[in-house]
């Protein structure tokens, strides 16, 4: 064959994967949809369109379901994501948690587990004890689908190398250079994702939270620290080291208090629930009256994010103005991130959005004054759907994107292969 027929050869192929992903990702987006309606979107022939459906109907990532009476003629049939194009597993391990859950390609959790892990656990028991919940989840979801293991992923709260799954680093576990994918490569055969539990949260909210449809998107994530990840067009922007979205650490004080990166006056020095903590426990400590004394027994160090939301909601002055302060600050920040990177949309999530109505009042004080007037109009500042599940969302998310990027890819249907 000579070098322009082989050229020939794979850009058709290339071209039937780009219309494949074209038309799965319409579905997901517009379901149930018609034939008609996927031509009338993707421009292409009523042809094409069939001969591609038939295609992700016999891989089973389509199906057609009961149709729509239009009142003359045969109505068109619609066509949907198939739930039981097999099962995706996914799970988090966070500073003192483990988390898994399992869903059908809908997706329909079938599977649920988060587990308590002591804060000074060893990096083997963690890993031990993850897979196994991972494979009492395997079982029950291979039970309750076709058995098509479609991927697995894990989400953690440090710095991954993404092409390896490695995790180079996490200050909150005191992880060094765990090869995770790896380890999970050895116990499940499916492909494996692992990254960053931000990166993550950012693609749950895009696939199946309020950043639905919206290209370009900011998460940010408020809890011990501040985190985040962005999507461009869709996709992650990692950076060229993979390191991308470290926005709690963009300097905002050069003065200010020293972070646990070896800065000062990081962002999230003053926008994150450590700081939160940190006001209380000044006000109190200054005779401040407060309810949180009772609510925590007198024990400064038993207090909690709900408590001080709770205690805010009771108008209590001392959590009130403690969480007024770190919406102020995350105002701030925020507003250079509007004027910087004009994403279409900020997304709120982490423990702190559980405050969302107090903070949001003094986040829009601060954009209505800081951020450029035609920035701050065209991006929407909302708070996250996916809560405490947004990082195992999102790593369904990631397998979703991996399968919708390429579903002529025979990886995903390799184990129904084997299997026959
Ligand atoms: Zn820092």
């Known amino acids: 064959m000579s070098g322009k027929q082989m050229y020939q050869a794979g850009d058709q192929t290339l071209l039937r994967q780009i219309n494949l992903s074209a038309i799965l990702n319409h579905i997901r987006v517009e379901t149930p949809v018609s034939r008609v309606v996927l031509a009338e979107r993707t421009g292409l022939n009523k042809a094409t369109i069939s001969n591609l459906i038939n295609e992700l109907i016999d891989k089973k990532f389509v199906k057609e379901i009961g149709v729509k009476s239009s009142g003359l003629g045969r109505p068109p049939s619609q066509l949907i994501l198939n739930p039981e194009a097999g099962f995706i597993l996914s ?129 940010l994530s408020v809890g011990v620290g501040l985190g985040g990840g962005m999507l461009r067009q869709g996709h992650l922007l990692r950076g060229v080291g993979g390191m991308a979205g470290e926005f709690g650490h963009m300097t905002a004080d050069p003065d200010g208090g020293l972070c646990g990166c070896g800065n000062r006056g990081c962002w999230e020095t003053q926008a994150s629930q450590r700081v939160l903590f940190k006001y209380v426990h000044e006000a109190i400590i200054n005779g401040e009256d407060s309810i949180l004394r009772e609510s925590c027994c007198n024990d400064l160090s038993s207090l909690n994010t709900d408590l001080i939301v709770e205690a805010a909601k009771k108008n209590d002055k001392v959590a009130l103005d403690a969480l007024k302060k770190v919406g102020h600050h995350l105002g701030i920040g925020i507003a250079s991130l509007i004027n910087a990177l004009n994403p279409g949309i900020i997304v709120l999530g982490g423990i702190l959005s559980s405050a969302w109505e107090i903070l949001e009042p003094e986040i829009n004080h601060e954009l209505s004054t800081r951020a450029l007037y035609w920035n701050r109009e065209s991006t929407k500042v909302v708070l996250g759907k996916n809560g405490k599940q947004s990082c195992v969302m999102g790593g369904i998310a990631v397998v979703y994107q991996a399968i919708l990027s390429k579903p002529h890819n025979n990886e995903y249907i390799e184990n129904e292969f084997q299997r026959r």
Do not use: M, R
């Open 91 to 219: 799970s988090e391990i966070g500073a003192d948690f483990i988390s898994v859950i399992g869903t059908d390609f809908s997706p329909k959790i079938l599977f649920e587990v988060t587990e308590k892990i002591n804060h000074n656990s060893d990096a083997s028991s963690v890993i031990n004890l993850l897979i196994s919940h991972l494979k009492k989840a395997q079982e029950i979801c291979s039970q309750n689908t076709n058995n098509n293991f479609l991927g697995l992923a894990l989400g953690v709260p440090g710095l991954v190398d993404y092409e390896t799954g490695c995790l180079l680093f996490a200050p909150n576990l005191q992880w060094k250079d765990i090869p995770l994918k790896k380890l999970l490569e050895s116990e499940f055969s499916a492909p494996v994702f692992v990254d960053n539990e931000a990166n993550l949260a950012t693609l749950g909210e895009y696939y199946f939270g309020n950043a639905f449809n919206y290209e370009d998107v900011l998460f």
